[in-house]
């Protein structure tokens, strides 16, 4: 994995009953490959581990878990969006969340 970052953020809405916008979880992900529902499942852990309040290094934590049931199951693919797909070195300035 080259880059990951996750950022809360209000999308516009035209709904009345959301006049300040909806709120959303933007997740950048930046790697060479991913296996099949990994994705979801980095979602879903990092959504776990921050509603529970965890260090920050906790994640790095379960990466080098070897076992499966550290993380949490797979996100729904409701709402995840991907943006972009390249086959050039990684460039930070094409990541979606701006500083």
Do not use: W
């Amino acid at each position: 994995m080259f880059h990951c970052r996750a950022e809360e953020t209000t999308l516009p809405s035209t709904d009345k009953e959301s006049e300040g916008g909806i709120k959303v979880m933007c997740v950048e992900l930046v790697a060479n490959r991913f296996l099949r529902k990994m994705v979801r499942v980095l979602v879903a852990t990092a959504i776990r581990e921050a509603a529970a309040g965890v260090e920050q290094d906790a994640l790095i934590t379960l990466m080098d878990a070897t076992c499966r049931r550290a993380t949490a199951p797979p996100a729904p693919p409701d709402g995840l969006c991907l943006v972009d797909v390249g086959y050039d070195e990684f460039k930070r300035e094409k990541c979606f969340i701006l500083d």
